[in-house]
């Protein structure tokens, strides 16, 4: 090899000033500030799109503008650094352990047989607030939730289902307080049948008033209609707007006040302990 040639054709090729420097690439978090290279818009990440022509990254600016960037390498500035925006990963949701009940929740689970005990309230939003904190695990039990339509039918049900060994009867009532109707209707039942209940007029105000973005249930006079008067008060319009209001308002059992919580638990128990 000659003097001439001895450094190859290009005596630079591997000098650190021709290497291209590596462009660091940072993850586009929501309201992360960044200038577009080339037209030296300045915005933060609100978002992300995509089409044939690849992704994009949504940058809103100090006026509210908001405008699509190609994501492309070394496409951005930050400090008037170059970098190369990535799209952040999608996190998997944290899996939940727990039921709205507060149980362990059960993976796979196949709801069993349903058992011949069943669990009685006395109306539709009484079994749809049960199903809805409790659904998991009466599955997970085989329990049935049925509604009277009424506690004054109680007693006839009640002939009709013949309680006894291995065939127990729950019951959720509302407004179960000394002296009441309702305590009178559910004494002396005997022993393959518990009732339970709560103090509150209607399971509506079993709902922590918090959980309905309202400081306390208003009071209705005797002889209102409860729900009628309830609605009115709070500007909920026709009680079907307010129950649907109250049962979308509640998540878990948080959402629920003690009474009406200790109430089904102990009809459960009853319900599905062993003879």
């Known amino acids: 090899m000659s003097s001439r040639d001895m450094y190859g054709n290009d005596i630079f090729g591997g000098h650190s000033r021709k290497q291209k420097r590596a462009v660091p690439q940072v993850t586009a978090e929501r309201d992360l500030v960044v200038e577009d290279a080339a037209t030296g818009f300045c915005g933060a990440v609100v978002g992300f799109d995509r ?4 992704e994009f990254v949504k940058l809103e600016d100090g006026r509210g503008a908001v405008r699509l960037f190609a994501l492309r390498e070394a496409a951005f500035l930050i400090d008037g ?7 952040p990963t999608a996190v998997a949701p ?14 796979g689970l196949r709801a069993r047989v349903a058992r011949t005990s069943r669990i009685w309230v ?3 939003h009484d079994a749809a607030l049960v199903e809805r904190v409790w659904g998991h695990d009466l599955r997970v039990e085989g329990v049935v939730v049925e509604h009277l339509e009424g506690l004054d039918n109680l007693g006839e049900r009640l002939v009709e289902f013949d309680p006894g060994s291995g065939r127990k009867v729950g019951v959720l009532v509302d407004h179960l307080v000394t002296g009441s109707k309702e305590t009178q209707l559910t004494t002396g039942l005997g022993p393959y049948v518990l009732v339970t209940g709560h103090p509150y ?11 309905v973005g309202i400081e306390a249930w208003p009071q209705v006079p005797r002889g209102e209609d409860w729900k009628t008067g309830i609605c009115r008060r709070l500007g909920w319009g026709t009680p079907q707007e307010g129950w649907r209001r109250v049962y979308n308002a509640v998540e878990s059992f948080r959402d629920l006040e003690p009474p009406l919580i200790g109430a089904v ?6 319900v599905t302990e062993p003879e």
């Open 265 to 270: 638990e102990r009809l459960i128990d009853f």
């Open 122 to 124: 006395e109306g539709v």
């Open 201 to 211: 007029i209607d399971v509506w105000q079993a709902v922590r008033p918090a959980t």
């Open 81 to 87: 650094r170059p970098v190369t925006l990535i799209r």
């Open 51 to 54: 089409s044939y022509d690849g």
């Open 94 to 107: 944290k899996k939940e352990t727990r039921s709205a009940s507060g149980s362990t929740r059960v993976d």
